[in-house]
C-alpha cells in the first residue's frame, strides 16, 4: 500500500507509520472512505457499516442523503438530526399497519409536523419527502412546500389529516416538483382545484398519480401540464377523467411507463375509439397499466396493443369477469405482477396460469369482502391453477372463502420460491372445508417448503401447530400476521423462540396471554415492533414488560367499557426515544 | 274474515300490529353493529361449545376491520356497488292491494328471489297468490302480483329474472286474479 494513501486528514505524516499508533495501518483517508460509502444506498449495509467502528461510523453519517424510518417513533427528530447532517430523502413509517383496518383510533399520533419543522432548520435543501400512514395537516403541507426551495418529490400513501387544500400548496410553490404520488389517503377532498395551481413554468414532473382523488380537475390545466411535461413516466389519473380525454392526454404522452386510466366506460364513436386504440399502440414503453375503472368487455380490446410489454397489471377496481379477463391476459405474456378482483372466479385464474408462465406476483382482492355466499369469489382451485402454470410465483396476496390443506401443499409445492405468503380465508376460524380439519398442515407445508419465505398472513382455522411449524421451519420469516388462530400461549411462545428474524409481529383475536407477552421480553429489542389487540393480555403483564425494558415503549389502549385490567390494544416497539410526548389520551404509556 | 281473532295467539296480534318493518320478521334479525365485542374463547372451545344448529355463527361479517382491505377499497368498491345499485327506481317499494285499504312499503333487496317474495305478499295481505307458470301466470289464483317498471308498464311478477326484477320494479300492486288475466295469458 502506498504510505501516502494510509494518512487520514486529521493524522501527522507520521504517526500513521508509527509503531504505536492507534490506528490501523490500513487506514484509509477519510475521503476515500467517504466516497466509497456514497455509493451505498441500501439502509442496511448503512447500519451495518455504521457498526464497524467509530471513523466508518463517521464517515457513513456524512454520507447518508437517504433517511428511512420504518417507526418514527422509534427515534427522534432531535437524535436523527445530530447524527446525520447531509439528508435528502426521507422516508417515514408512522402507524401500526392494522391501523388500516380501523383498529386504530383517530388521532392516534404520527404527526410529522415536528419531523418537518427540525428538518427545515437542518435540511433545507430537502429533496423528498415519502410518508406512510403518517397524519399531516394542510398547515404542514403548506410548510413543507414554502420551507425547501428545492423540493422535489412527494408521495403520501395511507396518510390522513389533509386535504387538497395542503395539495394547492405543493402545486403552488414547489418551482421543482418531480413526483406528486397521493395514494389511498383518507382526505377531504374540496375539488380537483390543486392540479390548476401547477405554474405554466412547471415542466419537472416525471411522476403524477392523483387516482385516488374524487373530484373533477381542470382537464385543460391537465393537458396543459402533461405536454410541456416531456419527462413525465408515470401518469396515473382519477375516474374523472373519461376515455376520450385519456387518449388527448396519451397522444402527449406516448413515452409513459406506467398509466393509471380513469374511468373505462363511455359511449364511444368509432372514430374515438379507433383513435383510443392506436393512442394505446403508440405507448411503446407502457409496462404498468391500472386503474380501469368500470372496465367492460366493450372497451378493454383497446389495451390489446399495449399488453405485449406490460410486466404490471392492476385490475384491482374493475370488477371483470373470467373471460373478460381471459382475453386481457392472453394479450400479456410478459407479465410480472398481477392484480385482480375476485369477480374473475377461478376460471378467470386458469387463464392466468395459462396465459403468464413469467408471472411473480399474484393477488386477489375481494370484491365484496362482507358477502358470505359462497358462490361468489375464488376457491382453492383457482391458486392450483396459478400455481400450476407460474412456476416463479414468489408473492400472493389470496382472499378467498374457502381452501383446504392439500391444495396449499401442492401449490407450494409448485411454486417453492414464496418469500410472501398471505392467505386470508375471509370466514375467521374456518376450517379445511373438505376434511373440517384445522389449516395448520397447510401453513405447515408453506413454512417448510418455502425456506425464503420473509413474510406470512396465516387464517382459518388454527391450532398451536401451525405456530410450532412456523417456529421451526420459519428462519427467514420477518413479518407474520395472525387473526383468529391459536390455542394457547405455547403458540406465540414457538414463534417468539423460533424465527430470528423476525421483526414485525402482529396478532388480533387470539388467545395468547401474559406468558406468551412476556416469553418475547428479550426478543422485541431485536424488533420493529409487536401488535397484540384482543387477546389475553393484561395491564399488570404490560407494566411489567415495560419495567423490564426500559427502552421498550409499551402502549396500550382500551376499548369502551371493558375491565380495567384488560389491555384491549398493546403496541410495542423499541425506541432510542423514550416514551412518546405526543401521546393522546387515550394511549397509556407505561 | 280473519275478524274472529284469537287474541291469546300471538302470531294473529302481531300480523295486525301497525309497524315498520315486514311482517314475519322481528327485532332479532336487526342488523349487528359493527363493533362487536372481541371474542377471547379460543377456537378449541367455540368448537366444543356449540354444534351447527345451536350457535347462530358469530355476525363475522361486521368484525371491525375483518376481512384486512384497507378502507380505501373497501370505500371505492362500495361506491362501485352503489353506483350500480343507484339505477334501481327506489328498494322500498310500495305495495297495494286491490281492496285493502292501506298501503304498504317493502324492501325488495331483502328477498332472494320470487318464492320468497311472493310468501311475504302472502303473509303481508293474508291472500292467496299460487304459483308462478310462464304460460298461465297465476291463472286459478284469487290474487296476483303485479308490478310498474321503470318505463311505467305494468307487468306480471315473475316473467323476468330475479335481478332484472329487482332493479326494474318501481311499485307492486296485488290484482285480482280475474283482472290479472290480461296480463297472464300467452
Redesign the interface.
Do not use: H
Given at each position: 500500500m502506498d504510505p501516502k494513501l494510509k494518512k487520514t486528514k486529521d493524522s501527522s505524516s507520521n504517526s500513521a507509520n508509527s509503531p504505536d499508533s492507534t490506528h490501523s495501518s490500513f487506514l484509509f483517508p477519510d475521503e476515500v472512505l467517504e466516497r466509497v460509502l456514497s455509493l451505498l444506498h441500501s439502509h442496511k449495509d448503512r447500519s451495518s457499516v455504521s457498526l464497524v467502528c467509530k471513523d466508518w461510523y463517521n464517515a457513513e453519517r456524512w454520507t447518508r442523503t437517504k433517511l428511512f424510518i420504518g417507526n418514527c417513533y422509534s427515534v427522534s427528530p432531535e437524535i436523527v438530526a445530530r447524527r446525520f447532517p447531509r439528508i435528502k430523502s426521507v422516508t417515514l413509517k408512522g402507524k401500526p399497519r392494522?391501523s388500516?383496518?380501523?383498529?386504530v383510533p383517530q388521532y392516534w399520533g404520527a404527526d410529522v409536523h415536528s419531523w418537518l419543522v427540525m428538518f427545515a432548520k437542518v435540511y433545507p435543501f430537502l429533496e423528498e419527502l415519502r410518508l406512510k400512514r403518517m397524519t399531516l395537516s394542510d398547515e404542514s403541507l403548506k410548510f413543507l412546500a414554502t420551507s425547501f426551495p428545492g423540493f422535489k418529490a412527494l408521495s403520501l400513501l395511507?396518510c390522513d389529516g389533509f386535504s387538497t387544500d395542503g395539495l394547492k400548496a405543493i402545486a403552488t410553490h414547489c418551482k421543482n416538483l418531480t413526483e406528486l404520488d397521493i395514494q389511498?389517503?383518507?382526505i377531504d377532498d374540496f375539488g380537483g382545484g390543486w392540479l390548476s395551481c401547477f405554474s405554466e413554468n412547471c415542466s419537472s414532473l416525471e411522476v403524477l398519480n392523483f387516482a385516488?382523488l374524487s373530484s373533477d380537475v381542470s382537464f385543460d390545466a391537465l393537458e396543459k401540464l402533461v405536454r410541456r411535461c416531456k419527462s413525465l413516466r408515470i401518469l396515473k389519473v382519477n375516474k374523472s377523467i373519461s376515455l376520450d380525454q385519456l387518449q388527448q392526454l396519451l397522444v402527449q404522452a406516448p413515452q409513459l411507463i406506467e398509466l393509471g386510466t380513469g374511468s373505462f366506460q363511455q359511449e364511444l364513436t368509432p372514430r374515438q375509439y379507433e383513435d383510443l386504440e392506436t393512442a394505446f399502440s403508440n405507448c411503446k414503453n407502457l409496462q404498468t397499466l391500472s386503474g380501469l375503472?368500470?372496465a367492460t368487455s366493450l372497451h378493454l380490446p383497446v389495451l390489446y396493443a399495449a399488453c405485449a410489454s406490460l410486466t404490471f397489471l392492476n385490475l384491482?377496481?374493475a370488477?371483470l369477469r373470467s373471460d373478460e379477463l381471459a382475453k386481457l391476459v392472453a394479450h400479456s405474456p410478459n407479465l410480472r405482477r398481477l392484480w385482480v378482483?375476485d369477480t374473475v372466479e377461478d376460471k378467470g385464474l386458469e387463464t392466468v396460469g395459462s396465459s403468464c408462465p413469467l408471472l411473480e406476483e399474484l393477488r386477489v382482492?375481494?370484491?365484496?369482502?362482507?358477502?358470505?355466499d359462497l358462490h361468489h369469489g375464488v376457491t382453492e382451485a383457482g391458486f392450483l391453477a396459478v400455481s400450476h402454470g407460474c412456476r416463479k410465483l414468489h408473492y400472493v396476496l389470496y382472499?378467498c372463502r374457502q381452501m383446504t390443506n392439500a391444495a396449499v401443499a401442492t401449490i407450494v409445492q409448485n411454486c417453492p420460491d414464496f418469500t410472501h405468503f398471505r392467505l386470508?380465508i375471509?370466514?375467521?376460524?374456518e376450517p379445511d372445508y373438505l376434511t373440517n380439519e384445522p389449516m395448520d398442515e397447510a401453513f405447515g407445508a408453506v413454512v417448510k417448503t418455502c425456506t425464503n419465505l420473509q413474510r406470512l398472513a396465516v387464517s382459518g382455522?388454527?391450532?398451536d401447530l401451525t405456530f410450532e411449524y412456523i417456529g421451526r421451519y420459519a428462519k427467514n420469516l420477518e413479518t407474520l400476521?395472525v387473526?383468529?388462530?391459536?390455542?394457547?400461549d405455547r403458540g406465540m411462545q414457538c414463534v417468539l423462540q423460533g424465527c430470528p428474524k423476525l421483526r414485525k409481529l402482529e396478532i388480533?383475536?387470539s388467545?395468547f396471554g401474559n406468558a406468551a407477552l412476556l416469553s418475547g421480553v428479550e426478543k422485541y429489542e431485536t424488533m420493529r415492533s409487536l401488535w397484540m389487540?384482543?387477546?389475553?393480555v393484561t395491564m399488570s403483564a404490560c407494566r411489567l414488560l415495560a419495567k423490564d425494558m426500559p427502552r421498550l415503549n409499551v402502549e396500550v389502549m382500551r376499548?369502551e367499557g371493558s375491565d380495567d385490567r384488560q389491555a384491549?390494544k398493546v403496541y410495542v416497539y423499541r425506541s432510542v426515544a423514550g416514551p412518546r410526548r405526543d401521546a393522546p389520551p387515550f394511549v397509556l404509556t407505561l | 274474515m280473519e275478524k274472529g281473532v284469537a287474541y291469546d295467539n300471538d302470531m294473529n296480534l302481531k300480523a295486525t300490529e301497525l309497524r315498520l318493518g315486514l311482517p314475519g320478521t322481528d327485532e332479532s334479525q336487526k342488523e349487528y353493529s359493527s363493533f362487536v365485542k372481541s371474542n377471547k374463547r379460543s377456537s378449541e372451545e367455540m368448537d366444543s361449545s356449540c354444534n351447527e344448529e345451536e350457535c347462530a355463527p358469530a355476525p363475522k361479517a361486521l368484525v371491525v376491520g375483518w376481512p384486512p382491505v384497507r378502507s380505501y377499497r373497501k370505500n371505492v368498491l362500495q361506491q362501485q356497488q352503489k353506483k350500480s345499485d343507484s339505477d334501481v327506481s327506489g328498494m322500498y317499494v310500495k305495495v297495494s292491494m286491490d281492496g285493502a285499504p292501506y298501503l304498504r312499503k317493502i324492501d325488495i333487496k331483502v328477498y332472494k328471489n320470487y318464492p320468497d317474495l311472493l310468501i311475504a305478499l302472502e303473509n303481508m295481505f293474508k291472500c292467496s297468490m299460487g304459483v308462478y307458470s310462464e304460460r298461465e301466470g297465476y291463472n286459478g289464483s284469487e290474487y296476483a302480483p303485479t308490478y310498474e317498471d321503470k318505463d311505467g308498464d305494468w307487468m306480471l311478477v315473475g316473467d323476468v329474472p330475479w335481478d332484472m326484477f329487482v332493479t326494474s320494479c318501481k311499485r307492486l300492486r296485488i290484482m285480482k286474479g280475474s283482472e290479472a288475466k290480461g296480463l297472464g295469458c300467452q
Open positions: 392494522f388500516d383496518f380501523n383498529l395511507s389511498e389517503n383518507g385516488s375503472w368500470e384491482s377496481y370488477t378482483l382482492y375481494p370484491a365484496d369482502p362482507f358477502e358470505l382472499f386470508c375471509m370466514n375467521p376460524g382455522l388454527l391450532t400476521s387473526a383468529f388462530a391459536g390455542s394457547s388480533r383475536d388467545p389487540s384482543a387477546c389475553n376499548d384491549d | -
